[in-house]
């Protein structure tokens, strides 16, 4: 990934910051420009948490290039407590551990390496609480 | 708007042509339209072509096609909404037709998908690439989400699933035109090898090659041409998050529902009139949505409903009797005319084994990704 596209992408990778709409109030991640649920224009900064629960799961059996060594791995869409939901990997258990409203934690993760001379690309994964 | 007619169409036949090129293939079925429509020109093209340039490296497809079918210098253009691109390339060409701008406009549909490409990245590139794919899911894993969540939601069970397969491979046997022509039980597709946990490669359609080609004309061309005629009596077309985790309801794809509700104002029907459908069963998942979205049964009642047999040749409501995405195979860009090219075929009496009775109003739904966009066309033999 070219470094300017991924250096864009590090506040909401690393820190999970999102944008709240100053007009209705909901949480748009990753930030956007205008909110879709009542199309405001003013937000402010907001850090999401790193608690939630999942929604739904899978485990991947075939993969993309760059992923293509970590199969299996498991993917869910998670909750945060914000109502926010993300897609992100589920890491440190068995595929059979991941259970619809499992309550799980966000943490920072090495997600791939680019290539052989790119840089290391990091971001967010869930573990099992 | 002015009335629109399909009075010809052409497909080759799906799978992996190795032998055959972009380029042949888009040809070989847009000659096979003209013929069939019998025309001696085009005034204009749409090409429906998901990425050729991450497939076969080429892009400007749309001049690229036009020069090799002898047609320059009419105007073509390639138009892309991820797997949907070939509805959305009809969508264009009826309202160029509806316009009056033109009288005779071919749309088309291809890809070339076994060239050598990494597949499963180059149609990862239809979902979110920094919030989706860059988190390791691909397309069987956006579908297998979908699938968890309704199961979870409504109880829908593995064989249900498997059903939709078992059903399409049926329909496939019978088209010589399908990538698959052979038969599969529902225990093969629930113990084949797991793509995305629930989902198994039986589940999924496969990488395929193809083209297909539609030609659209005005009431006054159409009643020169003296053959028989399809009128499209509505088209829609929606869109929704293209990121499935932004979506309120998982289980929901809303983009096909709006599109559906659009195309059935436009026609002046409901879903109740519809005699048979052609839907993007790119996962078995996906078909059970789609008859949910489009209203053939309840929300959530898709499971039952299709292991019931409703959907079934001669059935209620036959889907996909093509073999669908499933069995038929699936050039993501072909998919969506080839779909018009069944409907037709139906019609207008020519589907030989696996021609359905009494069918009077067919329909077609096409979807783009996770189902960020759909189109939905409603077809009628025209008098
Ligand atoms: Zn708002």
Partial sequence: MPTPRYTREIPQRYRLEANKCKNCGRISFPPRQICPHCGGRNFERTRLSDQGKIVTFTTIRVAPTQYSSQVPYSIAIVELNEGVRITTQVVDCKPEDLGVGKPVKIVFRKMYPEGKTGIICYGYKAVLV | ?383
Wanted: proline share 3%; glycine share 10%.
């Fill in chain 2, 1 to 383: 708007m002015r009335d629109v007619y399909i009075i010809g169409v052409g497909m080759t036949k799906f799978g992996e042509l190795w032998g055959k090129s972009l380029r042949q293939i888009f040809v070989e079925a847009a000659l096979s339209a003209i013929d069939d429509a019998g025309v001696d020109h085009i005034e204009s093209m749409y090409v429906g072509a998901m990425t050729t340039g991450l497939f076969v490296g080429q892009e400007h497809i749309g001049a690229l096609m036009a020069d090799y079918l002898g047609s320059a210098p009419v105007p073509a253009v390639r138009v892309e909404s991820a797997c949907c691109s070939g509805g959305m390339a009809l969508r264009m060409g009826f309202f160029e037709v509806a316009s009056g701008n033109s009288n005779i406009v071919l749309v088309g549909g291809v890809e070339k998908m076994t060239d050598g490409a990494d597949v499963t990245a180059a149609l990862a590139t239809a979902a979110d690439q920094e919030y989706e794919v860059y988190q390791g899911v691909t397309f069987p894993g956006l579908y297998a989400l979908i699938a968890r969540a309704h199961i979870a939601r409504f109880g829908t069970t593995r064989k249900q699933l498997a059903a939709v397969s078992v059903k399409n491979h049926h329909n496939g046997s019978l088209n010589p035109n399908a990538q698959f022509q052979n038969e599969v039980t529902l225990d093969q597709v629930i113990n084949a090898t797991l793509v995305a946990d629930p989902l198994t490669i039986l589940d999924s359609s496969p990488v395929s090659d193809g083209a297909a080609c539609a030609i659209l004309v005005s009431e006054e061309v159409m009643k020169k041409a003296k053959r028989p005629a399809v009128k499209i009596i509505g088209s829609g077309a929606a869109t929704d998050y293209l990121a499935l985790h932004q979506r309120d309801d998982i289980t929901v794809l809303n983009a096909v529902k709006r599109s559906a509700e659009r195309a059935y104002k436009m026609a002046g029907i409901g879903p109740e009139k519809i005699d048979f459908a052609e839907v993007h069963d790119c996962f078995s998942i996906a078909e059970l949505c789609i008859v949910e979205e489009l209203g053939f049964v309840e929300k959530g009642k898709g499971g039952p409903f299709i292991e019931a047999g409703n959907t079934a040749l001669d059935g209620k409501i036959p889907v996909n009797s093509s073999g669908g995405l499933k069995a038929k195979g699936h050039p993501v860009g072909a998919t969506g005319i080839a779909q018009v090219f069944e409907v037709v075929e139906q019609l207008r009496g020519n589907a030989d084994k696996r021609q359905l009775k009494d069918v009077h109003i067919g329909l077609t739904q096409n979807m783009g990704g996770s189902g960020a966009s759909s189109v939905v066309h409603i077809f009628k033999l025209a008098e």
